[in-house]
């Protein structure tokens, strides 16, 4: 008999659009150089898509994620995708996904918290899931940021990169996986992240119809980050009633590996636990996370059998931050 109120992830996937574009490209096109870009950051390299869209990431990676399960798509009772680049306001990326993958009984919506978009829709769906009448739940971060992008801005058109990928989870009567969370926002400092702004204009106003491109703070976050995640990650071990010893893998939101490892140093753990794989993609928000998590899976490191403590923690416009222990295995 399946306990109820227990939650695990299923399986992982992503989708990464063909075209690498190195920081050596970027200096045809803006007066940047590889070794600004690699030494502020950590990028190397990021995919920019050709013209496919959010969902059309999204929807090869959905493809991805049940491949590697034992589950079907009409077993699905709710979908949840994590963006800040969707298609349109309407339809949602996750009901195109839905439809796609012939998803026929779930109810599916997208959800903004920038960055931390995924670690809010996880949090979001493993709740809905305990008291859902169903088992499985698809949640899925994309991103075509490069359409948000400002291409004359040298200082945020390096940083960013397309993308998308997830994860399953759904009800089992092993132990749970999810332990403790932490998420926050503070939209005081909201203003240093803005993207897509769109004025009022109606026959009562007439303004500006232009949507604005992706502004950033870079200091502001990076200041933000870098005191706000390592408690947030110190929380969730204290609520998790666990060691920071005891935890196998931290994946961090991949926006800088500069940040990467001033937390790592600032929680007194060894870098290798901090996998890393911003150098290959650069920062593709909502999106992140579960790349990382799925390459981490695929390669045998996490989801392979073992049992395993991981952090997964996020950052990112809003202001928005959020960290979840998981139990794996
Ligand atoms: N190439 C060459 N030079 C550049 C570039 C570039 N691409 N961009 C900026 N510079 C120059 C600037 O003009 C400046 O020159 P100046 O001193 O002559 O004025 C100098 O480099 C330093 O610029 P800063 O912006 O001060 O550089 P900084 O060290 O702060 O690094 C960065 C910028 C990488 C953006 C960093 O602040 C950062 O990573 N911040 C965190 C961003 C983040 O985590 N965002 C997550 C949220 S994203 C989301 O939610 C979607």
Same mark, same amino acid.
């Given at each position: 008999?399946?306990?109820?109120?227990?939650?695990?992830?299923?399986?992982?996937?992503?989708?990464?659009?063909?075209?690498?574009?190195?920081?050596?490209?970027?200096?045809?096109?803006?007066?940047?150089?590889?070794?600004?870009?690699?030494?502020?950051?950590?990028?190397?390299?990021?995919?920019?898509?050709?013209?496919?869209?959010?969902?059309?990431?999204?929807?090869?990676?959905?493809?991805?994620?049940?491949?590697?399960?034992?589950?079907?798509?009409?077993?699905?009772?709710?979908?949840?995708?994590?963006?800040?680049?969707?298609?349109? +306001?309407?339809?949602?990326?996750?009901? *195109?996904?839905?439809?796609?993958? +012939?998803?026929? +009984?779930?109810?599916?919506?997208?959800?903004?918290?920038?960055?931390?978009?995924?670690?809010?829709?996880?949090?979001?769906?493993? *709740?809905?899931?305990?008291?859902?009448?169903?088992?499985?739940?698809?949640?899925?971060?994309?991103?075509?940021?490069?359409?948000?992008?400002?291409?004359?801005?040298?200082?945020?058109?390096?940083?960013?990169?397309? %993308?998308?990928?997830?994860?399953?989870?759904?009800?089992?009567?092993?132990?749970?996986?999810?332990?403790?969370?932490?998420?926050?926002?503070?939209?005081?400092? %909201?203003?240093?992240?803005?993207?897509?702004?769109?004025?009022?204009?109606?026959?009562?106003? +007439?303004?500006?119809?232009?949507?604005?491109?992706?502004?950033?703070?870079?200091?502001?976050?990076?200041?933000?980050?870098?005191?706000?995640?390592?408690?947030?990650?110190?929380?969730?071990?204290?609520?998790?009633?666990?060691?920071?010893?005891?935890?196998?893998?931290?994946?961090?939101?991949?926006?800088?590996?500069?940040?990467?490892?001033?937390?790592? *140093? *600032?929680?007194?753990?060894?870098?290798?636990?901090?996998?890393?794989?911003?150098?290959?993609?650069?920062?593709?928000?909502?999106?992140?996370?579960?790349?990382?998590?799925?390459?981490?899976?695929?390669?045998?490191?996490?989801?392979?059998?073992?049992?395993?403590?991981?952090?997964?923690?996020?950052?990112?416009?809003?202001?928005?931050?959020?960290?979840?222990?998981?139990?794996?295995?």
């Amino acid at each position: 008999m399946m306990d109820k109120n227990h939650v695990k992830i299923y399986s992982t996937g992503r989708y990464i659009p063909p075209n690498r574009v190195s920081n050596h490209d970027l200096t045809s096109w803006m007066d940047t150089s590889d070794e600004w870009i690699v030494k502020r950051t950590g990028i190397r390299s990021r995919y920019l898509s050709r013209g496919d869209n959010t969902s059309d990431l999204c929807i090869k990676a959905a493809h991805n994620v049940l491949e590697g399960s034992h589950v079907n798509a009409d077993e699905i009772g709710l979908i949840i995708v994590a963006t800040m680049s969707p298609d349109g +306001q309407s339809p949602s990326v996750a009901s *195109k996904v839905q439809s796609a993958i +012939q998803a026929g +009984q779930a109810m599916a919506f997208d959800m903004n918290a920038a960055c931390s978009g995924f670690v809010y829709a996880l949090s979001t769906a493993e *709740k809905i899931l305990r008291h859902a009448p169903y088992s499985y739940a698809l949640v899925l971060g994309g991103e075509v940021m490069s359409k948000e992008i400002d291409w004359t801005d040298r200082k945020t058109a390096v940083l960013f990169g397309d %993308g998308a990928a997830g994860v399953l989870i759904g009800k089992t009567d092993e132990s749970d996986q999810f332990i403790s969370e932490d998420l926050h926002a503070n939209g005081d400092k %909201g203003e240093a992240l803005t993207s897509g702004n769109r004025k009022v204009d109606n026959p009562l106003i +007439q303004s500006d119809k232009s949507v604005s491109y992706l502004t950033m703070d870079g200091r502001e976050i990076f200041n933000f980050v870098t005191r706000s995640i390592p408690d947030s990650i110190q929380k969730v071990i204290e609520d998790g009633e666990t060691e920071i010893e005891d935890i196998d893998y931290f994946l961090l939101h991949q926006a800088n590996a500069r940040i990467i490892e001033i937390v790592a *140093k *600032k929680l007194k753990r060894p870098i290798e636990a901090f996998p890393m794989n911003i150098q290959n993609y650069g920062n593709t928000s909502a999106a992140s996370l579960p790349i990382l998590l799925d390459e981490l899976a695929k390669d045998r490191t996490v989801l392979n059998g073992k049992k395993q403590k991981i952090i997964l923690s996020a950052f990112g416009g809003g202001l928005t931050w959020g960290t979840l222990l998981l139990e794996i295995n």
